[in-house]
């Protein structure tokens, strides 16, 4: 899940138009899937709303993958209008309908987690092109609509982050699965402080597989939908020839790696509390006094559910961990923090949160593990 609209001046993701002819395209308000010969295309269409995921995009686009994934030899996602590829998942309706006597929490993490497992289970190349004009976001549903597929491609206006705790909620769609495999305490960095990943960064940090100048999308999509051959090293050909051709990147290094070793030396605490503690003992840098400031205005609570998730999931398979996940936020969405950070970010915009509790201290941690990660009943489980 995600922060929906918050960027609604930064996010972009220009919709590219296909170059091929004789296409069959099943379409509705806020999904066009489209057939172009042996490949299938889909284009993520509520560009008023960032592209934010919602049920009937969720609905619309699992039976269509399920049906590609034995007829097509390749699937392309791409987003519509000039503002998103996908800014995460509609979060403002979730809430609003908490209290409803159907309320769309029930259903939407299942079948959204489900629609993140057969994406990562795919077994036909998937493309997801995350080119966002600058300095645009691809987050949370957005995140679980790329990074479990095979190729992603990034552009110079990419820009990534997973800003979940920020919201009282935590990184799901899988998060708990890639982000402890970036290396080291990358991912369990990136998932408590929401740091932003821009461009060729997305690449050096492991979440983007390729790069490809912005202006050169539209030939990069044209070249992938023209293969004449069904062989997965043919699309890889075409991807690494862009990747090796981008020039945005030449010579750059990653951005993080003049911290890399304190990211890696005060992240590997074994509780928030000793993270916080190692940063603390940075000697005041402005790196260090950086971090503590993002932590401290982060939800307690889902900074040690975040802190738990990490840590369980680098030991689990991705369905261990989307079910991992949907234990977690079966609970975590109906709580005080969530409801409370959507309002203070998104619909009063005041960006004053009153978390409940309020402090680390006051969130006992054992208490945490019993409930948010504690089996569901067996006709809730999710199941793969």
Request: charge should be negative; proline fraction near 5%; hydrophobic fraction near 35%.
């Amino acid at each position: 899940m995600v922060l929906t609209r918050i960027m609604s001046s930064r996010l972009r993701t220009v919709f590219r138009p296909l170059f091929l002819t004789n296409q069959n395209m099943s379409s509705s308000s806020e999904t066009l899937l489209e057939e172009v010969g042996d490949k299938g295309l889909i284009t993520l269409n509520r560009p008023k709303a960032l592209n934010a995921l919602n049920i009937n995009m969720i609905r619309q686009i699992y039976p269509k993958l399920q049906e590609w994934e034995t007829t097509k030899t390749m699937v392309i996602i791409k987003g519509a209008g000039d503002k998103a590829f996908c800014a995460g998942g509609d979060v403002l309706s979730i809430v609003q309908t908490v209290n409803d006597e159907n309320p769309v929490g029930e259903y939407f993490f299942r079948e959204e987690y489900k629609l993140n497992c057969l994406i990562g289970t795919f077994h036909i190349p998937y493309i997801a092109l995350i080119d966002d004009v600058c300095p645009g976001i691809t987050m949370g549903g957005g995140v679980g609509l790329s990074v479990h597929g095979q190729y992603r491609v990034a552009t110079e206006r990419t820009l990534f982050a997973m800003p979940e705790t920020s919201i009282g909620l935590f990184p799901d769609v899988g998060g708990s699965h890639f982000l402890p495999r970036l290396g080291g305490r990358l991912g369990m960095f990136l998932a408590l402080t929401g740091q932003r990943l821009k461009g060729h960064d997305v690449l050096k940090a492991g979440v983007a597989t390729h790069i490809c100048d912005s202006e050169r999308i539209p030939e990069l999509e044209k070249s992938l939908l023209n293969l004449t051959s069904n062989y997965p090293e043919d699309i890889a050909a075409v991807l690494n020839k862009f990747s090796e051709e981008a020039t945005f990147s030449k010579d750059e290094p990653f951005s993080l790696q003049p911290v890399l070793s304190k990211i890696q030396s005060c992240f590997s605490g074994t509780s928030v509390e000793e993270i916080i503690s190692n940063l603390e003992k940075q000697d005041g840098s402005e790196w260090a006094q950086k971090q503590l400031s993002i932590l401290k205005k982060s939800s307690p609570t889902s900074l040690k559910v975040t802190f738990e998730q990490i840590e369980r999931g680098a030991q689990l398979t991705l369905q261990e961990c989307l079910s991992m996940e949907h234990r977690i936020v079966s609970r975590i969405y109906k709580g005080h923090d969530f409801k409370e950070g959507v309002r203070a970010v998104l619909i009063d915009k005041d960006h004053k949160t009153s978390w409940s509790p309020a402090t680390l201290e006051e969130v006992p941690t054992e208490d945490i593990i019993q409930y948010y990660f504690s089996p569901l009943d067996p006709e809730k489980e999710l199941m793969f």
